[in-house]
């Protein structure tokens, strides 16, 4: 319970304080808290090319694999999480219920992949997409006269 008002001892001191600047790092230090951390930086992916496909790792640490969304749409792949957790607990003397909901997407621009045939794992809070690569279209070399 007393994590839910982040303040730390560096605050402590904030209206002794004769600075401009003390509402900025007072802010600074009030999202940084590991209470908003979870969706402050929702999706981590690393993207890695081989000679055959290039593959997505997205970390989607504590997400229910039927909560994610993959989709493609006018050459962007789209990964979005959609996650509403509800807790009731009761016992004899208290009751508690505890809901939270967040949603989050990334977006990913394709070029020279074969769209039907990505191919998605997820594995232990790990989201693996495998986008087999196109062969590049030959381009030709067209001179336009001026007129």
Not at 25 to 38: A, I, L, T
């Amino acid at each position: 319970m007393f994590g839910l008002v982040p303040f730390s001892r560096r605050n402590a001191n904030l209206a002794k304080r004769n600075d401009f600047f003390w509402l900025d790092r007072f802010f600074e230090d009030f999202f940084n808290d590991p209470f908003f951390s979870r969706w402050s930086t929702p999706m981590r992916a690393d993207i890695r090319e081989t000679d055959k496909e290039w593959i997505i790792d997205a970390e989607l640490p504590g997400v229910d694999k039927n909560s994610i969304n993959i989709e493609v749409n006018d050459g962007y792949l789209t990964i979005s999480v959609e996650q509403n957790e509800e807790l009731n607990e009761e016992r004899e003397n208290y009751v508690r219920r505890e809901r939270s909901y967040g949603s989050f997407s990334r977006s990913f621009y394709l070029n020279n992949v074969k769209e039907e045939d990505i191919k998605a794992v997820y594995k232990d809070g790990i989201l693996t997409i495998t986008l087999p690569k196109a062969k590049p279209d030959n381009k030709r070399k067209i001179q336009v006269d001026i007129q």
